[in-house]
């Protein structure tokens, strides 16, 4: 709904302050009391000094985070930009200024303050509320002692007093709220008429001339990156399954008996009793009677089988099932003792038994329903009985192929054909792999990675950082194994390295006729929309709707209707006093011309107005805490030294890194 505000790069900037500031609260210039200088300064930040020591513990900090939160698509490459050195150092500057000013101010928080932001903080608390064992528990698996944690924590919360009252403060006037509400609400309807590039390309005429001229012309978007060619071995399910021999007939016969309770189903009954009780304490003249009861009631219900849960709710001794007319759900064998489950087993359906004596007394049982074995044979079972062996083969296969694959690549670490001989595997050969993508294929010689089946594995970041490391570069030796996923492994190589290369002309030649044509598509389809434009402004009766327009939409800046930003800018800027009214739009895919036929003012929305609210206070507060910041450089005094400079724009060399 707001993404005409968050495309604007002031924004940018303070969504991007917002992502890196609070991620070095303990790197880099990070303590309240141990905020000292090293040898190699980069930024002197009032009496105190950024060292490049502190650079690069906010540079291993941000990597390990973005690690951590993005797994296997972390790729290192992005952190590794002048722009987010940048953006690194001056968020360590900003940290810089702020620990100035909260020691020149002597800012501090209290015993109480400082319980009570530990016990919020979610991961020290259970089932919502603070846990002390929780607490110890999280300090040591982080080793670090409460005394430490407790000076960081109240340091932190110092430092968050130099800007904190700033978001409490902060609020946007009603008025402006108000006014882009309404901008957001606000309606216009349109038509279009769309002139397509797509549909003038088949009158656009190319000749090698042309092609000629836009190749010298633009040599540099034919620039191909540099890349390798690459060797590699693939461990997957697949090459485990292919290496398992088939299971023996006894195998088979095997795992379907000791797993038999998959395929077939045992005996069971539906089973309700009444209980006389008479336990392993009780005299002879107890168990005598106790007997004598329990016949009685197997001969009353004998002669009425349908009265049998009245006369268990009115006489069983076993509380639990009594209340439920003497049921005891459905039984299998291996739940009763012996002999009460011959007794029980013998019946059939409906049938009622004699007096059983078990460990707790005396039975009488009613079979509600019976129910034989059933399921399916092993020659019934055997295809499926044989793939799920093969799978546990294969498991057992691949755990030993991964692991003689470890030890392969390393000791033939110039050579993937050792490890290929032993296991069994194939040396599959993949072109086109830069270092942060795939090639297309138009632009590589050989086998294109982006064009086969392990495309996917391929451009894994793992895999392509693996390859531009300088054992895999230099030496082309073997990478270790790298673990995509839990069931597939690769082993890569560097074969050759291509460097970055402008295309021949003969290999481009086509890419090029296309883009001519593309382009002169564009520009006809452009033309005739312009002077379609003309001639619509010209006319003298306007509210008839000229022959190509589509149909009536109404959109609003919060709801576009799927109208591209372009048009619905050019569609609010039309006046709204003389309408219907025409503009146009011109862009890569041809020419849209717009026709405005109403407009409506915003209406009121509270959701919406809540929403926005919140949204403009906290932009205006991140706003206020960059000026804040501005005027807290100049005061405190910050000076980018040289150093500072080669590290933004060169990065850290291998020795320092």
């Not at 549909?199 to 001339?209: N, T």
């Amino acid at each position: 709904m707001f993404d005409f505000i968050r495309s604007h790069q002031r924004l940018m900037q303070l969504v991007l302050l917002i992502l890196i500031f609070p991620s070095f609260a303990l790197v880099g210039i990070s303590g309240y009391t141990n905020y000292v200088s090293g040898d190699e300064d980069l930024v002197q930040v009032g009496d105190a000094t950024i060292t490049l020591q502190d650079f690069e513990a906010a540079q291993r900090n941000q990597t390990q985070q973005l690690q951590a939160r993005m797994g296997a698509a972390f790729d290192p490459s992005v952190l590794e930009t002048p722009q987010v050195r940048e953006s690194l150092l001056e968020s360590l500057i900003d940290r810089g200024v702020i620990i100035d000013t909260a020691q020149r101010e002597h800012f501090s928080v209290s015993d109480t303050v400082l319980r009570r932001a530990i016990s919020a903080i979610p991961e020290l608390q259970v089932d919502g509320r603070f846990s002390p064992e929780r607490y110890n528990e999280v300090l040591a698996s982080m080793g670090i002692s409460s005394r430490d944690f407790e000076q960081s924590q109240r340091s932190e919360l110092a430092l968050q007093r130099v800007l904190g009252p700033i978001a409490f403060t902060a609020n946007v006037p009603a008025t402006v709220e108000q006014y882009l509400s309404k901008a957001l609400t606000a309606q216009r309807t349109v038509r279009l008429e769309v002139f397509d590039a797509a549909d003038y390309e088949a009158d656009i005429q190319v000749d090698e001339a042309d092609i000629q001229a836009w190749y010298e012309n633009n040599q540099e978007q034919l620039r191909v990156p540099e890349y390798v060619k690459a060797d590699y071995l693939l461990l997957n399910e697949a090459a485990a399954m292919a290496a398992v021999a088939s299971p023996t007939e006894q195998q088979l016969q095997d795992y379907y008996e000791q797993n038999k309770r998959r395929y077939v189903l045992p005996p069971r009954v539906q089973l309700s009793h009444i209980l006389i009780q008479a336990g392993a304490d009780a005299s002879a003249d107890e168990k005598q009677a106790a007997r004598k009861k329990a016949e009685e009631i197997a001969t009353r219900v004998a002669q009425q089988p349908d009265q049998f849960a009245d006369i268990a709710r009115e006489s069983s001794e076993d509380i639990g099932s009594a209340n439920q007319g003497g049921q005891l759900g459905w039984v299998t064998r291996g739940t009763l003792p012996p002999n009460l489950e011959q007794a029980v087993f013998s019946l059939d359906k409906g049938e009622v038994s004699g007096v059983v004596e078990g460990p707790d007394g005396f039975h009488v049982f009613l079979a509600n329903d019976v129910q034989v074995e059933r399921g399916e044979t092993f020659e019934q079972a055997k295809a499926k009985v044989e793939a799920e062996v093969r799978r546990q083969l294969g498991a057992e296969q691949f755990a030993d192929m991964a692991s003689r694959l470890r030890d392969l690549a390393y000791d033939n670490p110039q050579s993937l054909e050792p490890a290929a001989q032993a296991l069994g595997l194939e040396i599959k050969s993949a072109s086109g792999i830069g270092a942060d993508r795939l090639l297309p294929a138009r632009q590589v010689k050989g086998n294109a990675a982006s064009a086969g089946e392990d495309a996917t594995l391929l451009e894994d970041p793992r895999v392509r950082r693996a390859l531009f490391s300088n054992a895999l570069m230099a030496e082309k030796q073997n990478s270790g194994v790298i673990e995509i996923s839990p069931d597939t492994m690769l082993v890569v190589r560097v074969n050759e390295v291509v460097p970055s290369h402008i295309q021949p002309l003969e290999d481009v030649k086509e890419v090029i006729r296309q883009a001519l044509v593309r382009e002169r598509a564009a520009q006809a389809a452009i033309k005739a929309g312009e002077t379609a434009l003309q001639a619509y402004q010209n006319q003298a009766e306007k509210a008839e709707v000229p022959e190509g327009f589509g149909s009536a939409q109404t959109i609003s800046r919060s709801n576009p209707q799927g109208v591209n930003p372009e048009v619905l800018l050019a569609a609010f800027d039309v006046a709204s006093d003389s309408l219907p009214a025409y503009t146009g739009v011109s862009g890569d895919s041809g020419y849209v011309v717009v026709r405005v036929e109403s407009a409506e003012q915003g209406a009121a929305n509270e959701n919406l107005n809540v929403a926005l609210q919140r949204e403009l206070d906290m932009l205006w507060a991140q706003a206020e805490e960059r000026a804040v910041l501005r005027e807290l450089r100049k005061t405190v005094g910050v000076e980018m030294l040289p150093e500072a400079q080669n590290v933004v724009q060169e990065g850290l060399d291998d020795e320092d890194a």
